[in-house]
């Protein structure tokens, strides 16, 4: 199972490869809604387990540390999001509007009309949108490193530190 997919895992640094997973998740939920409503989503769904048995085969073969140790980050976050799919079909959300996919962190590819001190005038950048907050994607790098689980606590945490983030505020998130 040699998928673009599981080839662009092992050539690009993890930061690369989760937001690009994040962004085509993105895009393959919202078209999927558009093209066919709660069905086209059911069809993400599918393409989703495909691709994480893809990277099951993957992780089973001889592979660098470095690739085990992005394999092990994407494979959390597309567990979650596979979970969030499952969600919005349970729940009938077929369309982009839907507080329960509005509610979700979503990376778009967006092409700006003016320089700013993080992008030039036509270049696209990726930005993130949950609810009605948005921010630019800042290229943070966090390393390399395992992922605990995301929970539907997570995604409340995620929630309020994105919206104060948009508001110019911070949070300090505390736990184990």
Known sequence: AHSQRTAFVQEWTGMIVLAADNFYWTRD????????????VKKVEEKMKGELVDVVTLVRGQISKQVRLILGAMVVLDVHNKDVVSLLIERQCGKPEDFD???QLRYYLHTPSTDAPWHRKGESVIVTRM?????AF????????????VTPLTDRCYRTLFGALHL?????PEGP
Do not use: D, K
């Open 29 to 40: 939920v919202e078209e999927g809604m558009r093209s066919a409503g709660v069905a086209g």
């Open 101 to 103: 996919w509005n509610s």
């Open 168 to 172: 110019s505020l911070g949070g300090a």
């Open 131 to 135: 609810m009605n907050a948005s921010l």
């Open 138 to 149: 800042g290229y943070e790098y966090l390393g390399n490193s395992s992922r605990l689980v």
